[in-house]
């Protein structure tokens, strides 16, 4: 990459990873702060659900507004709400208003999203792409292994201020972007002015499109990662009497070291194998992290597992956003607003279907997700791929 492109894609990650690190700081004084205002489990569920179901409805229109408005303003956009919310958060302790800083932290990461992805492919090649959207995956995967651990150093000076500070880096953020982003399209992509269609018409749309199955893949690797991650801190506690220090040492270590492959060795694995490859052999690998779940006797052996199973998604994220992209011709923001889409789908239904087959039985969510990757791996191995397209 060039030093304007590198200089370029440094802004996006600092982004991508304040915002996901301003909802994973809230994370660790969540618990407390919802018993202090007399809520519990059932409004720390829906603090997730509410965020991510505003994402998923938001994701489709933000889409088109990436395309048709650009990515800059977008971005700016994004970066504002998720500010936004985390001053409502602050300032109230009424659950009410809580659950509406939620809403507005789902549009805003809806909008800003997409709008990086888009971002990503107006400034690389087609054999950039794939280092681009995995330096992008890798500052989320950072922002998701640090925020807690901000979170929980800042909840020592008061359950509120993790609130305060992502608050003003998220309004720094914003000025940051508005002084150093450029915008990215040469020109506007004509989009239509009649009214937006309803986000389950914009989903239909999306089956014909070269990059649906992709696009489901990604929904089944959210659903798995964000169903396996709900229930495992209640699974190894259960099963292997694990301290919360062992809880976060297994998620801290696996997430810094899935970020390590995300920026050093995704680009290799591709131009060896090829996208269509990479994603067979690491669906399958997920597929025997989630089977071996089920069987290993030891908190350690579980470790490796997890490890297993966070590397694979770790590699699939960039590689499936670089096939929907590669296939999206001109229309990269509605492409990357399904992709948000079908991300926020199984980030909803994962979580809320893990919990409740984990009351059943604690070995039901494995098996589920397994049952799901497995049909995928088919699914997967009989789409013939991108033919007609550089890798």
């Known amino acids: 990459m060039s030093k304007n492109q590198r200089k370029k ?30 809520q519990g489990g059932m409004a720390a569920g829906l603090m997730i659900a509410i965020f991510a179901g505003a994402q998923l409805i938001m994701s489709p ?7 048709r408005y650009g990515r800059r303003i977008m971005i700016i956009s994004g970066l504002s709400g998720l500010a936004l919310s985390m001053f409502v958060f602050y300032f109230s302790d009424s659950i009410g208003v809580l659950y509406l800083s939620r809403v507005i932290g789902g549009v805003g990461a809806a909008l800003l999203i997409p709008a990086i992805f888009a971002y990503v492919a107006d400034i690389t090649t087609m054999d950039q792409r794939a280092k681009g959207n995995s330096f992008i ?27 305060l500070i992502s608050a003003l880096v998220g309004l720094a953020a914003v000025a940051f972007s508005a002084f150093m982003l450029e915008e990215s399209m040469d020109t506007k992509v004509e989009v239509s002015n009649e009214k937006p269609e309803p986000m389950v018409k914009e989903i239909a749309q999306s089956f014909k499109k070269p990059y649906f199955i992709p696009l489901v893949i990604t929904l089944v690797m959210s659903f798995g990662l964000m169903a396996y991650e709900s229930v495992l801190g209640l699974f190894v506690d259960n099963v292997f009497e694990a301290t919360p ?27 060896k ?56 011709g001109n229309e990269q923001g509605f492409a990357m607003g399904m992709n948000n889409a079908y991300m926020s789908i199984g980030n909803v239904l994962g979580p809320l279907l893990a919990g409740i087959l984990f009351d059943v039985n604690i070995i039901f969510p494995f098996i589920l997700g397994l049952i799901i990757l497995v049909i995928t791996i088919f ?7 991108p033919q007609n397209i550089s890798m």
Request: charged share 10%.
């Open 9 to 38: 894609m440094l802004v996006l990650m600092i982004n991508m990873f304040i915002a996901v690190g301003s909802f994973g700081i809230i994370i660790p004084i969540l618990p407390a702060y919802l018993l202090s205002i007399g």
């Open 61 to 67: 229109i933000a889409g088109k507004w990436t395309d």
């Open 137 to 163: 995956s890798a500052s989320m995967s950072l922002g998701i292994v640090i925020g807690p651990g901000i979170g929980g150093f800042l909840a020592d000076f008061g359950l509120k201020m993790p609130l």
């Open 245 to 271: 220090k062992d809880i976060a040492i297994l998620v801290t270590s696996t997430g810094i070291i899935s970020v390590i492959i995300q920026l050093f060795a995704v680009e290799w694995i591709v131009r």
């Open 273 to 328: 194998f090829g996208e269509v490859a990479v994603l067979n052999i690491f669906l399958a690998l997920a597929a025997l992290g989630f089977l071996l779940s089920i069987f290993v006797p030891s908190y350690i052996m579980f470790f490796g597992v997890t490890m297993i199973i966070f590397l694979s998604t770790s590699i699939l994220r960039p590689v499936l956003t670089t096939l929907i992209s590669k296939l999206a």
């Open 379 to 385: 699914v997967s191995m009989k789409w013939k791929g």
